[in-house]
């Protein structure tokens, strides 16, 4: 999760966050270059009183300024359409989840399991046991298998939402009475925690969304306890 003064993305927990990771550096790294050349022309140009007469009607120098801003915008949009389909993949999918905005807390229902669902509701700060975060935890996670795709339905009840979850690269509209679908690979186990990321009332601040990746076994034997349980 992200930790006070960070100036970067949290680490990421899925392949697909590894990716853009990847694609932030690379973009990044572009924008330096021409950060830096763009502030050496400008020193050059008030420093010096020197004019160079082939520069000032030149049309070698517009064919360059030209064509290379062209090769810049292709080497960053190569990849960034790549990892848009790469992000609207979604093969065989080992689990579904539905995740539902209200105002304001989340259900998650497990629609391969008959009764297997619960209501999300972020946990008051005078209730929060030693070493659970403000404002992030919830009275009830949802729990996935680590290394499997998982894919979520997401949609709201009565205004709009969105289920994000930074580690796992996955930010996904809930609209009313409309169903949109993303999905993720959890790479190992651990607790990621995410928040609704649409303005959707008062209480939007107070909606938080607790992801926790276990092995199968575990997730089994959890899936198992709250069926019992039902």
Known sequence: MAHPSQLGFQDAASPVMEELLHFHDHALMIVFLISTLVLYIMIAMVSTSLTNKYILDSQEIEVIWTVLPAVILILIALPSLRILYLMDE???????????????????????????????????????????????????????????????????EDVLHSWAVPALGVKMDAVPGRLNQTAFIASRPGVYYGQCSEICGANHSFMPIVVEAVPLKHFEDWSTLLLEDA
């Open 90 to 156: 979604i093969n065989d999918p080992h689990l579904t989840i539905k995740a539902i905005g209200h105002q304001w807390y989340w259900s998650h229902e497990y629609t391969d399991y008959e009764e297997l669902g619960f209501d999300a509701y972020m946990i008051p700060t005078q209730d929060l046991a030693p070493g659970q975060f403000r404002l992030l935890e919830t009275d009830h996670r949802m729990v996935v298998p680590m290394e499997a795709p998982v894919r979520v339905l997401v949609t709201a």
